[in-house]
């Protein structure tokens, strides 16, 4: 996914665009507004609108001077609960009703958490400027609640980019201050030497970066080593010179931050980003009416199965029950034909005898020759046979009759009918051979 970070900063607007993925953060572009007479945040923030491409996640960070801190002990592991309690158990604890006020927190070691608030009112203020200009932001908060995933510092250390100072503590944000503008460098020995004195361990040494860092670096009297942080060589590639780096390497760390689920969000109740979960609701409202969509083609579709393999069953129950009336032209309709024929045809194959019945009526169809039209009866009782048919003529039937000589004895003709046509039905009675059963 794209995200566009918006910096804020006391003279400049910064913005860069990375792509975050479960693996890499990858810079794909960067810009910086002057903000000036002739140009306030406003116009800024539109012609930020005006350059965008594609939808990206619009992340706001303020200026840290804008939020207040306190390190608080409480008996609870999940961060959402921690939320829920921290209006209750600040109360009082500043000036400000806890109403007009949200609240978010980060996780510190020992049970301790680092409770971060602002005002209600600036943070919808922010919201609503850059809401208007098309740039609705998903997240709001500030860049120095991400320092401790800037590449390459230590897990206890002191950062400071000119604007603010933090404590990195075990890998995570333990104090957070605003410098003054007035007073930065001044400030920052004051806040450093305040530290010293308090219960905070100071680390051995404070790395400074950003454009605004060299008058951090002019303070002699700081109780601290102080370093520059350099460009990785892993990440030269993407920031492709030091000066670009030290623009962008807070705004790097809050991507990931950001990949990583720890940057602190200040859109919370009322101020809660809901363009998210309208697109998202959208997008499932989608799904659901493809979902309907295909379900009734199959529904369809399987009617339409239905309707074809029902129409395939009253076809073949249509030609069962003309195939029964040709085969039993004189039984009344049975229950179940299918199961009839059936049973007809196992007594026909079920003959004890190496021939069968079967077998016999073969040999009387090869035997009848082209003068016996056809054998529309045949009867077989044991070894006595029984046809009716019919023939082109009597002749024809007493050659049928020679014919059987070799495969039946007492091979008889019984009445003769003449037809209109010339032909003659006949009845045959014979007695099968020994061995031709």
């Not at 975050?20 to 990858?26: D, E, L, P, Y």
């Not at 493809?290 to 030609?319: E, H, M, P, T, W």
């Amino acid at each position: 996914m794209d995200y566009l970070i918006i910096r804020i900063d006391e003279n400049n607007v910064t913005v860069a665009r990375f792509g975050v993925s479960g693996r890499s953060v990858a810079l794909e572009g960067s810009a910086q507004f002057e903000l000036n007479g002739e140009q306030d945040l406003a116009a800024a923030a539109a012609r930020i609108a005006s350059g965008i491409s594609g939808s990206p996640r619009v992340v706001l960070c303020l200026p840290p001077s804008l939020f207040a801190h306190r390190i608080v002990e409480l008996p609870l592991t999940d961060l959402r609960k921690v939320r829920e309690v921290l209006p209750a158990h600040l109360q009082g604890e500043f000036a400000l009703p806890v109403e007009t006020v949200v609240f978010d927190a980060l996780q510190l070691p020992e049970g301790k958490f680092l409770a971060l608030w602002a005002r209600r009112a600036d943070i919808s203020q922010a919201i609503d400027l850059f809401k208007q200009a098309g740039l609705e932001p998903a997240i709001v908060s500030s860049e120095p609640f991400s320092w401790p995933h800037l590449p390459g510092i230590p897990a206890d250390c002191a950062l400071c980019d000119g604007n603010a100072l933090a404590i990195v503590a075990a890998g995570r944000l333990a104090f957070v201050r605003a410098l003054p503008v007035a007073e930065r460098q001044k400030q920052l020995l004051a806040t450093l030497s305040a530290l010293e004195m308090s219960e905070m361990a100071l680390p051995s040494k404070l790395i400074i970066f950003g454009v605004q860092s060299g008058s951090a670096q002019a303070v002699d009297t700081l109780p601290l080593a102080v370093e520059t942080l350099e460009l990785p060589k892993e990440l030269a590639v993407q920031f492709r010179s030091e000066q670009t780096f030290q623009l962008l390497a807070g705004m790097y760390a809050v991507a990931l931050s950001i990949r990583a689920g720890s940057l602190p969000d200040f859109r919370r109740g009322n101020l809660a980003w809901t363009a998210g979960d309208a697109l998202l609701r959208k997008k499932l409202g989608l799904t659901a009416l493809l979902a309907v969509l295909a379900l009734l083609l199959l529904f369809i579709g399987k009617c339409l199965q239905y309707q074809s393999a029902n129409r395939d069953i009253v076809s073949l129950n249509s030609s069962i029950s003309s195939m029964y009336r040709e085969i039993f032209p004189t039984r009344t309709k049975a229950v179940d034909e299918v199961a009839e024929i059936k049973g007809e045809i196992r007594k026909l194959t079920g003959s004890d005898s190496a021939g069968g019945v079967l077998d016999t009526l073969k040999q009387l169809a090869d035997t009848k020759g082209a003068g016996v039209n056809g054998l529309y009866e045949a009867e077989l009782e044991g070894r006595n046979l029984r046809l009716k048919g019919d023939a082109r003529s009597a002749q024809a039937v007493n050659e049928f009759k020679t014919a059987l000589a070799s495969l039946m004895s007492a091979v008889e003709v019984g009445e003769l009918k003449s037809r209109p046509d010339g032909g003659v039905t006949f009845t045959l009675v014979a007695t099968l051979r020994e061995g031709k059963k």
